[in-house]
């Protein structure tokens, strides 16, 4: 079992930047693909990056790319997000996942992903 907890949302104006940091309990976080999944009011959740457990290899939505990085840290067992350039359509609550196996064509689907937190809301302002 494993338990995603996020943090470093809030609220910043367009063109500003945020990292958020989700951190994960057991001793097996090194094993595990994580992945930031986001769902704004109304909308369906949606992918935006993800990393393999070894860090290798990472993932971006067309929306983020050049904008956001994603990485982790396996000695302190989080996961980063930074997301720089942010724009009000970025809003919505922003969640971690972690998965068995880093999927190299389908790492976008939510359902490849086992375990998932409760989100952090980021808000940014025009």
């Known amino acids: 079992q494993v338990q995603l907890v996020e943090s470093g949302g809030g609220l910043v104006q367009a063109g500003g930047s945020l990292r958020l940091s989700c951190a994960a309990s057991g001793r097996t976080f090194s094993s595990y693909a994580m992945a930031w999944f986001r769902q704004a009011p109304g909308q369906e959740r949606e992918f935006v990056t993800a990393?393999?457990?070894?860090?290798?290899?990472?993932a971006y939505a067309d929306s983020v790319k050049d904008r956001f990085t994603i990485s982790r840290g396996n000695s302190k067992n989080t996961v980063y997000l930074q997301m720089n350039s942010l724009k009000p359509e970025d809003t919505a609550v922003y969640y971690c996942?972690?998965?068995?196996?880093?999927?190299?064509?389908?790492?976008?689907?939510?359902?490849?992903?086992?375990?998932w937190g409760q989100g952090t809301q980021v808000t940014v302002s025009s």
């Open positions: 996942a972690a998965g068995f196996t880093y999927y190299s064509a389908t790492y976008y689907r939510s359902d490849r992903y086992d375990y």
């Open positions: 990393i393999s457990s070894s860090g290798d290899s990472t």
